[in-house]
């Protein structure tokens, strides 16, 4: 891993595309996010060197980001070949005969022809409809019968159609990794699997499982997180105040944050931090012109605290609810 450079820092995936170990992640309150922010951001992160956007439909900004891609490719900046961009499949539209039109309507959004990566955002069904996130009349959760295996079949059929280059998953635990793996008649494996990954959550067992079934991990948060406590464990301390962390930036004159991010991608996991500070987009992106010793790995590895902060706990009662298990 260590002949990584800006240029060049994809890593092959189990159906022979590759992915950039480093993408721009979007993820914003859409209430609290000026409109156009998003577009400038992608632009900033294009210009940068990114080569990887991680999206999704309820982010509520694909429109800026395909935006930003087909601007960047019409400057000559890139081709569209160069790009990497991940959709994701919501909750609301597992049911298999919605996949493939929910999919061609973040096409739309996006105005491209294609997705490089689509994955399954997580593996609770909601009741479908319009409503992305569907209340009863008490305020209740409402789940889905989920069939997680049926879904994959549909995003099968949506990478041999054309409309994705490759398919994967996120917040699967083994169990659920495995039903995919195991089901009869499997076409295509899941070539990812986004999990929280950082230097406090590590997620070595999962890690190790994914490896052994030939899946990439993507870390989503490996800068541990926003601290809006409405969906975030804010009892874990932030991360990047880690003394650990620190004292090992100042030795490379790096910040923290790209020791944490170095980390990350020296033991293959992809990193997919999210900034819409431009300042920031352009730090997180220098982490090709200095490597971690393999004291400093262990090191760092050795802050696992084992805490989780994007727990969604408001879902703990779904049948399919990826956190109760180990891992």
Known sequence: MLNLTAENHRVRLN??????????????DPKKTPKGTCLK???????????????????????????????????????????????????????????????????DILKLDYVDLYIIELPMAFKPGEAIYPLDENGKWMYHETDLCATWEALEACKDAGLTKSIGVSNFNRRQLEMILNKPGLKHKPVTNQIECHPYFTQPKLLEFCRKQDIVLVGYSPLGTSRDETWVNVSSPPLLEDPVLNAIGDKYNKTAAQVALRFSIQRGVVVIPKSFNPERIRQNFQIFDFSLTDKEMKEIAALNKNIRYVEMLMWKDHPEYPFHDEY
């Open 41 to 107: 951001s992608v632009r900033t992160a294009i210009d940068t060197g990114y080569r990887h956007i991680d999206g999704a439909y309820v982010y509520y900004n694909e429109h800026e980001v395909g935006q930003a891609i087909r601007e960047k490719i019409a400057e000559g900046k890139v081709k569209r070949e160069d790009i990497f961009y991940c959709g994701k499949l919501w909750n609301t539209c597992h049911p298999p005969e919605l996949v493939r039109p929910t999919l061609e309507r973040t096409l």
């Open 15 to 28: 159906d022979g595309n590759s992915i950039p170990l480093i993408g721009l992640g979007t993820y914003a």
